[in-house]
């Protein structure tokens, strides 16, 4: 059963611009904190940024704070990661999941960022 659907991932040029979304098919993500997590190959997944159950507070990793933005629609069926100003260190395969994770990884999708 799939739970979690990341798209928007594609190939940039440094200083460009991706947003990301994750769904969760038939069913909301209410009432658990939600986050963007990424992998670089041969290592493990971090944490890039957190948003809370009712889209009030945000967080984020050092790397990214300042170019990242997540964000929830108001039914808390999506989330978003608009990336801004990216550079070739946020190339990676980008996930989302529950914070701290606790439901199964989807497939993520690739951000390439390379001149």
């Known amino acids: 059963q799939v739970q979690l659907v990341e798209s928007g991932g594609g190939f940039v040029q440094p200083g460009g611009s991706l947003r990301l979304s994750c769904a969760r098919p038939?069913?909301?993500?209410?009432?658990?904190?939600m986050a963007w997590y990424r992998q670089y190959p041969g290592k493990q997944r971090e944490w890039v940024a957190r948003?809370?159950?009712?889209?009030?507070?945000?967080d984020y990793a050092d790397s990214v704070k300042g170019r990242f933005t997540i964000s929830g629609d108001n039914n808390r069926q999506t989330i978003f990661l608009q990336m801004n100003n990216l550079q070739p260190d946020d190339t990676a395969q980008y996930y989302c999941?529950?914070?701290?994770?606790?439901?199964?990884w989807g497939q993520g999708t690739q951000v390439t960022v390379s001149s």
């Open positions: 038939r069913s909301t993500f209410s009432p658990y904190s």
């Open positions: 948003i809370s159950s009712d889209t009030t507070t945000t």
């Open positions: 999941n529950r914070d701290p994770p606790s439901l199964a």
